[in-house]
């Protein structure tokens, strides 16, 4: 995998590589923009998920409508607290995102497109985050390995002949395999 050298924000450390805070840090200074962040993603993905199979659904054209967005309205000042400023972010193919396939891993909803947002895109987005790819689930979120008839299996990509696990294992892949700095993941069994 051949890094992708962050000559914008002055070091040799690529993007992909940096934190989401540091990310986050150097979209506040305006060291680079929400678009840059999203081309970098994508050519992340492109790079590593053939391998992982991590973010099945892409939205990138979505993304960067919303990245235009926000550029040309600015962020709110003083931001509160958590504010992202632009930070692209995965969610789980198991939240809707208006105008995106929306499937739950499952064969029935294969081809299902959200008619609206979830909550929580609409929080995370409120937040300054871009919402940029659905990550691959287990059939409705139900299992411990991340595979399903649609989009088939998830590896991690320390070890692509093992599982990521489940049922966030494509977040979890994604963001071992520095292809996002933040995915939404969550926890059925409390």
């Known amino acids: ?10 070091g040799s450390k690529p993007l992909w590589a940096r934190s989401a805070v540091e990310v986050v840090a150097l979209l506040r200074s305006k060291q680079v923009t929400p ?3 999203i081309d970098a993603a994508e050519a992340r993905i492109k790079e590593t998920d053939h391998l992982i199979n991590a973010l099945p659904i892409l939205c990138l054209d979505r993304a960067r409508e919303h990245a235009r967005r926000l550029m040309q309205e600015g962020h709110p000042d003083p931001a509160p607290p958590g504010y992202l400023y632009g930070l692209p972010v995965v969610v789980k193919d198991m939240t ?5 396939r929306f499937t739950l891993g499952s064969r029935i909803f294969a081809d299902r497109v959200a008619q609206e947002n979830d909550p929580l895109v609409d929080m995370i987005e ?15 979120a139900a299992g411990a390995q991340t595979y399903n008839m649609v989009f088939g299996t998830t590896t991690t990509p320390w070890d692509t002949s093992r599982t990521a696990g489940g049922s966030s294992g494509g977040s979890c892949a994604a963001l071992a395999a520095g292809q996002v700095w933040l995915a939404t993941g969550t926890d059925l069994g409390g």
């Open 1 to 10: 995998m051949a890094a992708q050298v962050d000559a914008v924000a002055g």
């Open 35 to 37: 678009l840059e962040l």
């Open 96 to 100: 809707a995102v208006k105008g995106v």
């Open 126 to 140: 409120a937040s300054g985050g871009i919402v940029i790819a659905k990550s691959n689930v287990p059939e409705f």
